[in-house]
């Protein structure tokens, strides 16, 4: 169903604001979800809506955005925020991030005791669209095993990085350390789609499955090598700020941990303007490269989405029974308005 993106805006802000958030939080959280959904990912977008009013209801994630600077030096700053929203603290953090690479070359802050932050595009990007590079990362509850295990014991940990270009949009890679997101499959089940694609998922024995009814973990990309990506997000978005890892980052447990790095291009002897050019070089090398047969363009990370971004702006599509979900929502929470599609 299409939804008006202006819409859709407002109800997401106005249900948050009725579930107590304060209405510049609200509409910083509904930007984060439609920039998702807009960008075409939609497993973290208001797809996701019902999942965060949930842990607002249930206390495991606070109203209002607050913390306690843990460290703070010139280029480096740990936060507790006290289960906030993940979203909101990303935001804030970010911003924080850049100002002190935008004095000192690099700024990096850790958000500890936090909640599910969705995309971390966004925040790459807003380092990005500050002409800084951004780095972004985050444990994650379980939903892979060790290499050869079979139990689920650490997060598809997400890594996401843009880099601001100049005749091109910015390239930025978003990417969680598994083949596919558990969201996905999720989607799959919701559906009642019966058959995952091979290589999606293992079941609860540690043996390949395409039954989506048996899907217990995710597999990793390049097999231990994506194992061993998220072990080393574990160490620096959650062992080096004093954050969780794990079964402890989850939802009803001590909640995520995450890192946001901005790096100020003119800091290593380069000015933005030779930066962003020698960036579009390189650019311009990949899409003149040989194309194999079949292949009419050759894409840069993250400029799919950034196309699917532009065509998004006045409206989206969004499920059925994901508009069914927020108008029951709004009515749970005493919301008047309606929500419908075009």
Request: glycine share 12%.
């Amino acid at each position: 169903m299409k939804v008006n993106v202006k819409e859709l805006r407002a109800f997401c802000t106005g249900v948050f604001v009725c579930a107590g958030m304060p209405e510049n939080e609200a509409g910083i959280f509904t930007d984060m979800l439609l920039h998702a959904d807009m960008r075409g990912v939609k497993s973290h977008g208001v797809m996701a809506f019902e999942r965060y009013v949930g842990l607002l209801e249930n206390g495991n994630m606070a109203k209002k955005f607050n913390y306690d600077a843990v460290a703070d030096n010139p280029v480096v700053a740990v936060w507790d925020v006290h289960r906030s929203c993940g979203h909101v603290a990303g935001y804030y953090a970010m911003i924080e991030a850049i100002a002190k690479a935008g004095k000192y070359g690099v700024g990096f802050v850790g958000v500890r005791n936090s909640s599910h932050f969705g995309a971390g595009a966004y925040y790459s990007l807003q380092a990005a669209n500050a002409g800084m590079i951004g780095i972004v990362s985050s444990t994650a509850g379980p939903t892979m095993a060790p290499w050869g295990g079979k139990e689920k014991v650490i997060g598809n940990n997400p890594l996401s990085m843009s880099a601001p270009a100049a005749k091109y949009p910015a390239v930025t890679l978003d990417m969680a350390q598994s083949t596919v997101a558990m969201g996905k499959i999720m989607i799959y089940k919701s559906q009642g789609i019966e058959r995952l694609p091979a290589g999606w998922a293992f079941d609860k024995d540690g043996n390949p499955t395409e039954k989506t009814e048996d899907a217990y973990s995710v597999t990793p990309i390049a097999g231990y090598k994506g194992v061993g990506l998220s072990l080393f997000i574990d160490i620096i978005s959650g062992i080096l700020i004093g954050g969780a890892t794990g079964g402890r980052s989850g939802d009803a447990a001590s909640g995520p941990s995450h890192t946001f790095i901005a790096i100020d291009p003119p800091a290593f002897g380069l000015s933005l303007v030779d930066f962003m050019a020698q960036l579009d070089d390189r650019i311009q090398e990949f899409k003149s490269s040989p194309k194999k047969d079949g292949v009419d363009e050759i894409y840069m990370p993250g400029e799919l989405e950034e196309i699917q971004y532009a065509k998004s702006q006045i409206e989206i599509d969004v499920y059925d029974y994901i508009i069914d979900q927020l108008n029951a929502i709004a009515d749970r929470f005493g919301y008047k308005a309606r929500l419908s599609g075009l």
